[in-house]
């Protein structure tokens, strides 16, 4: 565990090739290394993922920490205890998250931060959008949650988990999208969870583009995980709210025809640690899917009475772009509703980090980050003092406002929409250049040379020195010259490619040093363009001067002296 402490700090942590991160958020990454000197670093496991194991990010309140770790001392050892959260090693597929809060399990994979994207500026509404927004039915979109809800559990591997996959899969084929069924390995062991429902709706002019919007459909209560029933679970907040929000969006989107593809995912497993979302999203990566933005949804529809409907919008500093597409989006379409942007929810997640971690951008509009339902993870009951108050993640007293779901599937409906429409392309091209190499160059350079990506016509590349920017060089040309003058340091250089916004994975990393402190020189060349003689001024003594054409064709190599010296290039 190694502490961020700035966003560069981040970036840094990233290009640093003896770390292979597995996870990071704004505040910490967990990595594994053989190098323990970075600043900080806090050592969680001398022996990670031998086991092919996990780990898990536990949330957990504080006042309920010890509790929680007595309970499930079997399944999982603590290994950090942080504010209102806990590492922990998985021990056994009991393991399970604490009463109310979110869980996010580790695994052994390298995560990435997310390429640099163009999102479209929205100026003024589109009819086309306006038009749309006026179709999302909060009638509907309370029957998706009391249908769901009717299911009476959703814990992902319960029988009636499966019910409710297959209702979602009918749905969206009801609509004419493209459904599958995605299975996952729930704690590495496949086809015990039920599964994804993904639905698919290609885009018109960059089919290969995708904006994927998503919730999770699974559900979850602590006392019916305790006692292995994994009944009364009716989750309508968390998270059949979001669910509706989604297949909403997928029954109006899906009558017209958009330039980019749109995936609708209904996923399973968040709620014992985001497992379909992160096999998804893994997957999705692994193919190289160029998906341009990812839309959670999951509790939007519990609003503590009295206060006006609001946004709080949750994302990491890197899916930073997205979300503020979507803060524009909202400016231009709901000027009433206000939007506040934090970068995590204190008690929990979503399967937006999934994307965030294997380097995409994903964004999280939620109810309330500290007046969150009440009712979720529990048990429904009768309320003790008013026997006839049935109380519970249900209708009523969890999802008490069906304006706010309709206005969060809304902010859904537009940011997508406007995503697909937009005319522009944005290419996702990973493949950085290789073969980088550094060596020392007339006493006082270092010359840096590499080769093109094997894939992509990169328009430039970037050349950084010690992890900072230093030049940009157009293509086609594979070098850049870096004057030390008379440092004899170590420096350590390496390349990415440039698309357009888009910049690449760096290249491999080569170092090199003048070892030499005698060039501390300035050298004066004039005039410049020159056609007849040209004057070199310089206190070198016996080196060689190249002289090359427009070009790129040595034409003069001559060895130079102290003072002025002159060349004839008149012919
Ligand atoms: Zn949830």
Redesign the pocket.
């Known amino acids: 565990m190694i502490p961020v402490t700035e966003t560069n700090n981040l970036v840094t942590l990233f290009s640093n090739n003896e770390l292979k991160i597995h996870y990071y958020c704004d505040d910490y990454v967990l990595a594994t290394t053989e190098n323990l000197n970075l600043n900080g670093t806090i050592i969680l496991d001398n022996n990670a993922f031998t086991n092919n194991g996990f780990y898990a990010i536990v949330y957990c309140a504080e006042d309920y920490k010890n509790e929680y770790v007595t309970e499930n001392s079997k399944s999982g050892k603590v290994l950090f205890s942080g504010k209102n959260f806990l590492i922990m090693e998985v021990l056994s597929k009991e393991f399970m998250p604490a009463i109310n809060d979110g869980m996010v399990i580790v695994r052994n994979i390298q995560a990435k931060l997310p390429k640099s994207t163009a999102y479209p500026v929205v100026t003024e509404p589109d009819e086309n959008v306006l038009d749309y927004l006026s179709q999302v039915s909060t009638d509907t979109l309370m029957a998706y949650i009391q249908t769901l809800q009717d299911f009476e559990t959703r814990i992902c591997i319960h029988p009636n988990a499966v019910l409710a996959q297959n209702w979602i899969k009918e749905k969206y084929e009801s609509f004419g999208l493209e459904t599958s069924l995605q299975r996952f390995p729930l704690w590495g062991e496949w086809d015990w969870s039920s599964k994804n429902v993904i639905a698919i709706q290609y885009g018109t002019e960059f089919p290969e583009e995708f904006i994927v919007c998503g919730a999770?459909y699974d559900s979850f209560t602590y006392q019916s995980y305790v006692n292995q029933s994994f009944s009364d679970a009716p989750g309508a907040d968390?998270?059949a709210s979001g669910v509706a929000g989604i297949l909403e969006t997928a029954r109006i989107l899906s009558q017209y025809d958009f330039k980019r593809s749109i995936i609708y995912c209904s996923f399973s497993g968040?709620?014992l640690g985001l497992w379909g979302s992160s096999y998804f999203a893994e997957q999705c990566a692994n193919e190289i899917t160029n998906i341009v933005g990812y839309f959670n949804l999951?509790?939007i529809g519990y609003l503590t009475p009295g206060k006006p409907i609001h946004i709080d919008l949750i994302y990491p500093n890197s899916a930073k772009s997205l979300a503020d597409y979507y803060f524009n989006v909202c400016d231009v379409y709901f000027p009433e509703i206000p939007v506040q942007g934090f970068s995590n929810l204190p008690w929990g997640d979503?399967d937006h980090t999934s994307f965030n971690t294997v380097g995409y951008k994903g964004i999280w509009p939620f109810e309330d980050i500290y007046e969150n339902s009440p009712y979720i993870h529990n048990v429904p009951h009768y309320d003790s003092l008013f026997h006839f108050h049935y109380l519970g993640d249900i209708i009523g007293p969890s999802v008490n406002n069906p304006d706010q779901v309709n206005v969060f599937t809304k902010t859904n409906v537009a940011s997508v929409a406007t995503l697909a429409m937009y005319d522009q392309e944005m290419p996702l091209i990973i493949a950085p250049p290789v073969n980088c190499l550094a060596v020392p160059y007339l006493g006082n350079r270092i010359k840096i040379t590499w080769e093109e990506p094997l894939e992509g016509s990169p328009e430039g590349y970037n050349v950084y020195q010690d992890g900072s920017y230093i030049a940009h060089i157009a293509a086609p040309k594979l070098e850049c010259i870096d004057w030390l003058y008379n440092d004899p340091s170590w420096h350590c250089y390496k390349i990415t490619a440039v698309y357009g916004a888009f910049e690449s994975d760096f290249s491999n990393e080569s170092c090199a040093s003048l070892g030499v402190t005698e060039h501390n020189s300035k050298v004066n060349i004039y005039p410049n363009p020159a056609n007849d003689k040209i004057y070199i001024e310089c206190q070198l003594i016996n080196h060689n001067a190249e002289i090359f054409d427009m070009s790129g064709k040595l034409i003069i190599n001559q060895i130079i002296n102290s003072d002025t010296t002159t060349i004839d290039i008149s012919n």
């Open positions: 999770h968390d998270n968040e709620e999951d509790m979503s």
